[in-house]
């Protein structure tokens, strides 16, 4: 760790049951507890994805939120984005499997999602919650085909604290990359790209955008082309699955 990395992982509260990690933390958040703070569950009865989805978060699952209190509560899509690379990475240290993203921080292996990102404000702090399928050993219904789980990629064994270990680590390298220098967030970002160049729908406050995605932008946003040529900026959304190569490339 050098001087500019703050510490995360002091204190952490691990639970069995609970509703949602993130719920726990946000609690903490207000209550004070001091940055670095992680909730870690083994199963959570309420998990939630973005916009009110479910998350589905039965046991051999890593689910956990970190408590961040960051002095600057702008630019927090690229700390999403951040935190999209210190998973991806911690999954490759600990596991030595080669994953990436769709924007804004689905971690993926070919098409299945192995981990998502929620990241939540709560006054000027920031819950980020982060959940891995480590040892998920069955997933239900539309899941068992999109979702795929650590253990089923890696060569060898793989524990819920080993994947936890990298994971504090890569957070606090990142969070700290993302209190000093942004531009390297988008220079890991973008090499791990899923869907740059892939006819994508995107879900943006309600509506579907179609288009060829191009990328991010400098401030985190998709860029999108539209079928009629237009360029559009998208901040906040999520791609639907079933992206596929777009002609010609
Ligand atoms: C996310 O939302 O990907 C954010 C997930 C964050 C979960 C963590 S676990 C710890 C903490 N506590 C919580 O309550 N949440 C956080 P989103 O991009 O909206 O994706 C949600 C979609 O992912 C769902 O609609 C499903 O299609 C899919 N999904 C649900 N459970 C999954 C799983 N276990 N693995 C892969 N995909 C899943």
Known sequence: MNAAEPTIGQPIIRLGQTESTNDVARELARAG???GAVVVAEH??????????????????????VVLRPEDGTALGLLSLAVGVAVGEAVQVAAGVETGLKWPNDVVVGDRKLAGVLLETVGRAVVAGIGINVAVERFDGDLARRAVSLHTLAAGPVTRDAVLDALLERLARWYGVWRTDRSRILDAWRPRDTTAGRRVVVRVAGRSLEGIAEGIDDDGALRLRLPDGRAERVLAGSLESGVSAAPGV
Request: glycine share 20%; aromatic share 8%.
């Open 44 to 65: 959570q009865t309420r998990g939630r994805g973005r916009d009110g989805r479910t998350w589905a978060s039965p046991v051999g699952g890593l689910w956990c939120s």
């Open 33 to 35: 507890v001091t940055e």
